[in-house]
């Protein structure tokens, strides 16, 4: 029964009721721009995540924890919750430049081009590597003979053009390389726009969820080339426009 008792105030204190879900922008207080990679680390878990390339961030947290900023050439910054009542909150945090001091170092001309040039020429090359004549030989890769002619064509003989357009081989290249780089772009789109985040900003739930989704009808393009923030006003004003096609939907 003590177990049970236990495990169930566990349960209780850590339930998704009492997470906040803090997202926001970190920028410089200089010159007011986004601090990209920053990490953000929870003090209690000791652990977090990164702003994206844009300086956008998004973690849950208690309402009780503090969170750190931390990131190079920048002061740490911690950050705690005022007393809330709402379950999804966007701030802007604003972080002070760091000032290192930096050890003297001298620096020397060369005296001479003609001793620059002597000690160019007799370099004492690695046992692994070794001149011949005006060739380089390298182990692990036969028949070297140096840089090819940049003026060269780089398309080979007719049968090597053929092969690498035609053949199964380099075609599935082809096809793998092509899936890559769409699961590049759908990692990147999902991570700025999903499910989750439009129920956040909006609180639409299951079918008018859908509903509302469909209706923004945002295209891969716009979600690639925006930053959240653009992309967040812009659901926003969808989500006014929805609510009015809905009422009038209502009176007719």
């Known amino acids: 029964m003590f177990l049970f008792t236990n495990t169930s105030v566990n349960a209780q204190i850590y339930s998704d009721s009492s997470l906040v879900k803090v997202s926001g922008i970190i920028v410089d207080s200089d010159s007011i721009t986004p601090i990209p990679f920053v990490n953000i680390i929870n003090k209690r878990t000791h652990k977090g995540t990164i702003s994206d390339t844009n300086g956008f ?48 170092v001298n620096v020397y001309a060369l005296s001479k ?33 140096g840089p090819r002619n940049p ?23 082809r096809k793998l390389n092509q ?4 699961d590049s772009i759908n990692y990147i789109i999902n991570l700025k726009y999903n499910d989750e985040i439009v129920y956040e900003l909006t609180g639409l739930k299951d079918e008018k969820l859908n509903e509302f ?31 009015s096609k809905k009422a009038l939907q209502k009176k007719q």
């Open 57 to 104: 961030f998004r973690i849950s947290i208690l309402k009780t924890d503090t969170i750190l900023f931390s990131s190079l050439s920048f002061e740490k910054k911690p950050f705690y919750l005022s007393d809330t009542n709402s379950v999804s909150l966007f701030f802007k945090i604003i972080m002070n430049n760091k000032n290192y001091k930096l050890a003297v």
């Open 213 to 243: 989704i469909k209706f923004c009808d945002f295209n891969n393009n716009y979600l690639l080339k925006n930053t959240e923030y653009d992309i967040y006003v812009k659901t926003m004003q969808k989500l006014k426009e929805f609510k």
């Open 113 to 145: 081009l003609s001793q620059f040039k002597y000690d160019f020429v007799h370099i004492d090359l690695p046992e692994h590597l070794y001149i011949k004549g005006r060739e380089i030989y390298i182990p692990g890769i036969p028949n070297y003979e």
């Open 151 to 173: 003026n060269a064509s780089p398309i080979g003989s007719p049968i090597s053009f053929f092969y690498s357009k035609f053949s199964k081989r380099e075609k599935s290249k």
């Open 179 to 182: 899936l890559l780089k769409q």
